[in-house]
C-alpha cells in the first residue's frame, strides 16, 4: 500500500485548512533558519578539524 499523489495532495490541502497559509508560511520560514543554522555549524566543525 503505497500513498499516491492525490493523497498528498489531499493531506496537504486539509492542513492547509488547518493552519492557514500564514502559519504555514512562518513554519517554513524558520525550518529554513534552523536548517541554514545546522549547515553553518556543520562547516564550521569541519574547518575546524581541517585547521587540526
Not at 20 to 28: A, D, E, Q
Not at 30 to 48: M, Q, T, Y
Amino acid at each position: 500500500m503505497s500513498v499516491g499523489f492525490l493523497q498528498i495532495l489531499l493531506i496537504a490541502f486539509i492542513i492547509l485548512l488547518l493552519f492557514g497559509s500564514g502559519r504555514i508560511k512562518n513554519l517554513m520560514s524558520e525550518l529554513g533558519e534552523g536548517i541554514r543554522a545546522f549547515r553553518k555549524g556543520a562547516d564550521n566543525d569541519s574547518e575546524k578539524k581541517k585547521k587540526k
